[in-house]
């Protein structure tokens, strides 16, 4: 991880900072404006879920940049894969490790996990742990 860089669950106290995060994400990556409160309504549920999670990534003590796991059962792997959903690092902020800090937190929480994971990203990025 980088020095400084701080990665945490969310929580409701973050809902604003997803919320303009997931605008910006869907804007700058598909030009779609997405409905606000629908947004709102998504990311309070995902909060909830138990096979879903925020990660956000703090920079003294500013929110520079989120994810969002979501977990799925591979009857075909027999284990678990996480889908990383929802990337997004401030601009101000991107080059700077956030990202690699978010995955690295990422694969030390699958290291936790007893059976074989597969952590899969947007990008196809695929690392199995074992």
Known sequence: MVPGIFVR?????????????????????ES???DKD????????ALELNDCRY?????NNKIVGQTMVTSEWSDWRNGVIWWMQSVYV???YRKR??????????????????EGMIIKS?????????
């Open 55 to 59: 990660l956000v990534a703090e920079l």
């Open 122 to 130: 947007p990008n196809e990025f695929i690392r199995t742990l074992e």
């Open 9 to 29: 669950e969310a929580g409701q106290s973050d809902v604003s900072t997803l919320i303009e995060y997931n605008l910006s994400l869907a804007n700058e990556t």
């Open 90 to 92: 401030n601009p101000d």
């Open 38 to 45: 629908i947004l709102r309504l998504g990311i309070e549920k």
């Open 32 to 34: 779609i404006l997405l």
């Open 97 to 114: 490790g956030v990202f690699q800090s978010i995955l690295k937190h990422i694969e030390n929480l699958a290291e936790k996990i007893p």
